[in-house]
């Protein structure tokens, strides 16, 4: 699961889909949950991670999941720390995320994140 901070002007409000200004690479067969490692959630973007935990793990809070950004970067701890408290029990944390990933020789795939459905 990466977690990295979008950059750009961020989530549509009419779809949902992230406006990006810099392309993204993460682990192939991962998905991308923009910001929800960042300081304090938004009653949005708490569902957000909430609601695609709960798709990633098939609602199974015993499933592995392994969580990272990139080295150097305090936002996947942030998010497995959240995943945590909200009964997530094998969430891994992979510090050094997709800059350790590419410098081993693994290849990344071009992605864009979840798009982000505003709650009412």
């Known amino acids: 699961l990466d977690v990295m901070a979008h950059t750009g ?35 949005d973007m708490t569902h957000y991670f909430k609601s695609n935990l709960q798709k990633l793990s098939g609602n199974n809070k015993q499933k592995t999941i392994i969580i990272y950004c990139t080295a150097d970067c305090w936002m996947a701890w942030n998010a ?5 408290n909200w009964g997530y029990k094998n969430i891994l944390w992979f510090p050094e995320g997709t800059d350790d990933w590419q410098q081993a020789g693994y290849p990344l795939k071009k992605t864009t994140p979840v798009p982000l459905k505003i709650t009412d």
Do not use: F, Y
């Not at 392309?23 to 490692?37: E, F, H, Q, T, Y």
């Not at 497995?80 to 945590?84: E, L, N, T």
């Open 9 to 43: 002007a961020g989530p549509s409000p009419i779809d949902g889909h992230w406006q990006l200004s810099e392309k993204r690479k993460n682990i192939p067969g991962s998905m991308w949950l923009a910001d929800v490692g960042t300081g304090t959630l938004s009653k």
């Open 80 to 84: 497995v720390q959240r995943a945590a």
